[in-house]
């Protein structure tokens, strides 16, 4: 099983709508997780992260973190077609956790 | 405040020739990350520096090689380049410590092996 795990997508979702995408981690020792964010030809840029159980909120942005079911998962309220990005879940690498090892990458489309 | 620098941004190389892709950090950061990225992989750790003067293997390393020249500098070599090498590459830096705190990266290095 891959450390962390995600589903390609695309996703695509009616602007206005909420985008839900999900990620899924096998080492449950792992304390926090982080979300960027990578518009097409471009570097990921970290836009939400997330160290405790329950729910973390920022603007449009909420992450969830369910360490017994070991699933993190980010909201996005009001989506805009900006939103359109490939969304990368991170964690840390089960070998070494100064270290951050990321998900393969979940693609959303807002469509206007 | 430019971040991580990357240079080149694009480059081709024949199979068999070295080429060196520098990054360079004003931030005062500790760790510096090299990663790449191809599609349907994500993105994968390639060598890091948790510290000047140290550097580490991560996922990916065969076929490449690093320096961490200074604080601010961290550059990737490949001494032989192959056509599996063709990838995107990413230079990162976080202040290295513990907890949810995330990279900074580069623009990335768009390299094309024939």
């Known amino acids: 099983q891959k450390e962390v795990e995600q589903n390609s997508g695309p996703l695509s979702v009616p602007e206005g709508a909420i985008a839900s995408l999900n990620c899924t981690y096998s080492d449950r020792g792992s304390q926090s997780f982080f979300w960027y964010r990578q518009y097409s030809g471009k570097s990921p840029e970290l836009i939400m992260f997330i160290y405790s159980n329950g729910d973390k909120e920022d603007g449009r942005f909420t992450a969830q973190l369910n360490k017994a079911s070991q699933y993190v998962s980010l909201l996005i309220r009001d989506s805009q077609p900006s939103d359109s990005a490939t969304y990368l879940c991170?964690?840390?690498?089960?070998?070494?956790?100064?270290?951050?090892?990321f998900g393969p990458g979940t693609s959303l489309s807002v469509i206007p | 405040n430019a971040g991580v620098t990357q240079t080149p941004k694009f480059q081709v190389l024949k199979t068999g020739q070295s080429m060196t892709l520098q990054c360079a950090q004003d931030m005062n950061h500790n760790s510096m990350y090299w990663y790449r990225q191809d599609p349907g992989m994500g993105l994968r750790l390639i060598y890091y520096?948790?510290?000047?003067?140290?550097?580490d293997k991560g996922e990916v390393p065969n076929g490449y090689n690093v320096s961490r020249l200074n604080k601010r500098e961290f550059s990737l070599r490949l001494e032989s380049a192959a056509p599996s090498q063709t990838s995107v590459y990413f230079c990162?830096?976080?202040?290295?410590?513990?907890?949810?705190?995330?990279?900074?990266f580069g623009s990335g290095t768009r390299l094309t092996v024939v």
């Open positions: 990162a830096s976080s202040d290295g410590r513990r907890g949810p705190y995330g990279y900074t």
């Open positions: 520096s948790a510290s000047e003067g140290t550097t």
């Open positions: 991170a964690g840390p690498m089960k070998t070494s956790y100064d270290k951050v090892i």
